[in-house]
């Protein structure tokens, strides 16, 4: 586009060119020849010796149109406009540069003028001294006239005139063709290196196009070996993955499958303790009597164990429903279940908003915390348990605190972990399996757990649930 606004301006201006070359030719002509003629006019016109070629002025009518020198010699007097045209007459071209001289009531009838010659005398206002240029009609010439007036100098041999009359006029006609013929060859070699420049454009273009295009395939050959590995990557992983659940998931049936085998013989040891001790009872002394009792209390202890292990191996296998859960009335229930054992404890239960999970796991939260903060808060004179809940970032955070025992927070970290114990077994008795199933049931339900503390000033338990929307 850049290439053909460039082209056309110059033609634009190469056309423009060509008429201005002829119009100043055209003007120069017309100067010339005026000059050349007004001299003339300046000497009343001039005398010659008649010859053959010019006998004398057929239509001069002047009272010393023919006189002699005092030596006999005949002279004939020429007017301006016939001068002209005999000097004229001796141009080598005579189609270029040549002015002639007309009017509209001509004394000399070749001197008529033409079409577009009357119609701009016509239009002349007399005063008005103009030169008027235009391109012929059909674009192969172009016209230039200036008008006479009427000075007192052409009243000897223009009677008929008076004095500022328009007399007509010199007019002059370039063909274009030459300067043309000049112009076409400008024009051929703008168009041929506008050719060139367009040419080169395109095959830069072409080249620049081939080289995004190549670019371009490789950006996506690039992308898709990126996608590719991606892709590769996630299957690995979703392989790994598969192969990890499916160990973890042996692990635990086999662990699970342990601890339910395990009970059986355990159950027998505690039943034949029992029996012996029934029924050699009076044979035994206190110290046998009291190790029969230790054998029957470490099987409890061993089966309690039993069974908390695979309460926590079901956290984990137990399929997950999703329900609203009520909060307040699940605690309500609970602790009026879990107190009853400790009449002197005071329970505060806050209101709890309604969260959304498993109800049977987020019982056992619940439960296992409230059984954890009576036992710890049993020493104290006045053991008081606060349950309470905020709502943040569409979770429900939950608290139960209670002012029991407590723990140093150097073992928090250890708290929720399997067999974890931070207080001796007489006082506190427990397996260290309750808060690990919490923890665990809290983290299937996407939530947090964590405790706040200090020994002896009472612990506070904190976890997050989703909170049920709608
Ligand atoms: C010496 C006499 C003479 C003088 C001076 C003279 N002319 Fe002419 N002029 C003639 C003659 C004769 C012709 C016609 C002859 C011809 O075409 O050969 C003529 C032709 C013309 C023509 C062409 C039209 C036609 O009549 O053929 C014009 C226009 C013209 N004169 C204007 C003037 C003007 C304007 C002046 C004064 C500034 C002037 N002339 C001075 C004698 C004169």
Redesign the pocket.
């Known amino acids: 586009m850049l290439v053909a606004a460039s082209l056309a301006w110059y033609l634009w201006q190469e056309k423009h060119e060509v008429e201005e070359t002829a119009r100043k030719e055209a003007l120069a002509t017309l100067d010339r020849d005026n000059a050349y003629r007004q001299w003339l ?1 300046d000497q ?2 001039v005398y010659v010796r008649p010859s053959e070629k010019t006998p004398g ?6 009272p010393l149109k023919n006189v002699a020198t005092t030596g006999g010699q005949p002279l004939t ?1 020429l ?4 001068v002209l ?1 005999e000097v004229q007459s001796r141009l080598v071209d005579p189609s270029r540069g040549r002015a002639r ?3 509209l ?4 009838p ?2 008529t003028a033409d079409a577009w010659e009357r119609k701009e005398l016509d239009s002349l206002a007399s005063g008005q001294d103009r030169v008027e240029v235009v391109t012929g009609a059909d674009g192969t010439y172009l016209r230039a006239l200036r008008p ?4 007192s ?2 009243l ?3 009677t008929a ?1 008076k004095e500022g009359d328009i ?3 010199i007019s002059t006609s370039v063909p274009l063709a030459p300067y043309q013929a000049i112009n076409r060859k400008t024009v051929q070699g703008i168009a041929f290196s506008h050719g060139v420049i367009w040419l080169v454009g395109l095959a830069g273009i072409g080249a620049a196009y081939r080289r995004g295009r190549q670019h371009a395939a490789a950006q996506r050959e690039w992308a898709a070996s990126v996608a590719n590995m991606n892709a590769e990557l996630e299957c690995r992983v979703a392989v790994r993955t598969e192969e990890l659940t499916r160990a973890l998931a042996e692990l635990e049936s086999f662990s699970y499958s342990v601890s339910h085998d395990l009970r059986a013989p355990l159950r027998a040891l505690n039943g034949y303790a029992h029996l012996l001790k029934e029924a050699q009872g009076e044979a035994l002394d206190p110290e046998q009597q009291r190790m029969l009792d230790r054998i029957g209390h470490n099987a409890e202890k061993m089966g309690q164990l039993i069974d908390d292990m695979l309460d926590y191996a079901r956290t984990a296998r137990a399929a997950m429903k999703k329900e609203a859960i009520p909060l307040k009335p699940m605690a309500e229930a609970l602790v009026r279940e879990l107190s009853e054992p400790h009449p002197g404890a005071r329970l505060d239960i806050a209101d709890l908003p309604t969260a959304e999970g498993d109800p049977v796991m987020v019982r056992q939260i619940f439960a296992n915390l409230i059984a954890n903060a009576l036992k710890f808060s049993a020493g104290r004179d006045a053991p008081a348990i606060t349950i309470g809940a905020t709502v943040e970032d569409g979770m429900v955070h939950c608290f139960v605190r209670d002012n029991g025992a407590g723990f140093d927070m150097a073992y928090a970290g250890k708290l929720f972990h399997l067999f974890q114990r931070l207080h001796r077994e007489p006082e506190f008795p427990g397996t260290g399996v309750g808060l690990a199933i919490v923890k665990r049931i809290v983290e299937r339900h996407g939530g947090r757990v964590w405790a706040e503390a200090a020994p002896a000033a009472g612990a506070t338990f904190h976890f997050t649930l989703p909170l049920h929307k709608g």
């Open positions: 006019v009343g016109g002025d057929p239509y001069l009518v002047h007097l007017n301006p406009a016939f045209r001289i007309v009017s009531t001509p004394l000399n070749q001197n006479f007036f009427v000075a100098g052409c000897p041999c223009h005139y007399a007509g006029a």
